[in-house]
């Protein structure tokens, strides 16, 4: 009996350390595929944060060289200010020269018609004997033989130095539109005035006074603002007589500042629509 009971147990613990060692080996691959898991999604994860940081970092470049153009941008602003402030003080300096030229020769031809520069006379011949003497007199005593007065042969200025507005083309296609024309001699400021296409121009043209004294006495500045800005399109800076023709970028609202002194002037306003 004894041995019989020493065999059960025998047999009974071999049973149980066979099942130990069967449940063993399956409980380390479930570990393994755990740790897999966690390594892979942790992988993931710095895979994201690294793409997100990347992100940051090409976000942060791009806002970087937005900051270098808007800082560009301002500086042009600047710039673009200095330069009409520049402008502005020779068109001042040029307008008080030329205004001191006008009294200086208002004075003048005030001067030369209160007193007259008195003209002078031919010499009388010295009288002579005989018959010689006889025809002296005669000849001195005829009346001088004024000369004929000279013709004013100056043309008259034309109605318009501007040239004729253009034609407009067929239905369908674009061509120059004439919105508005002006004519002065002083400076004055337009009203707002509607430009559709994405080009326009202004023909301008100033003229001296009539006469020699004064040549390129005249100035004619004209800048072209958009509504609302006060950087402004340069349209001309002329001093003396000409003209010429200036494009500029559309579509918008804009006004004409005209500044001018010495002279007249002429402008037209066209659209290319």
Known sequence: MRMRFALLIALLLLTRLSFAQTNT?????????????AAATAAEL????DQLTQSNRDLL?????????????????????????????????????????????????????VHPIPLTQPATPAPQTGATNTAAEGLTNAPPNEPPPVADQTPPPPASYLPAPDSEGAPGTKSWHRLLTLKGDDTRQTDLFHIEGRTWRV???????????????????????????????????????????????????YYLKIE???GSWELA???FK
């Open 25 to 37: 080996p399956s409980a380390k691959p479930a570990s393994s595929a755990r740790l897999s898991h």
């Open 46 to 49: 710095q895979k994201t944060v």
């Open 61 to 113: 470049d791009l806002l970087k060289k937005q900051q270098a153009v808007l800082e560009d941008m301002q500086f042009d602003r600047r710039l673009q200010s200095r330069q009409i402030q520049s402008l502005e003080e020779r068109l001042e300096d040029t307008l008080f020269e030329n205004t001191k030229l006008e009294k200086q020769v208002a004075k003048l031809e005030e001067d030369a018609s």
């Open 203 to 253: 023909q301008w043209h100033n003229q001296d006074k009539p006469g020699k004294t004064y040549v390129n006495t005249s100035a004619l500045f004209v800048n072209a603002f958009p509504k609302d800005d006060t950087i402004p399109q340069k349209v001309c800076a002329k001093l003396g007589s000409g003209g010429d023709a200036t494009e500029l970028e559309g579509p918008g609202n």
């Open 260 to 262: 001018a002194s010495g």
């Open 269 to 271: 306003v066209e659209d």
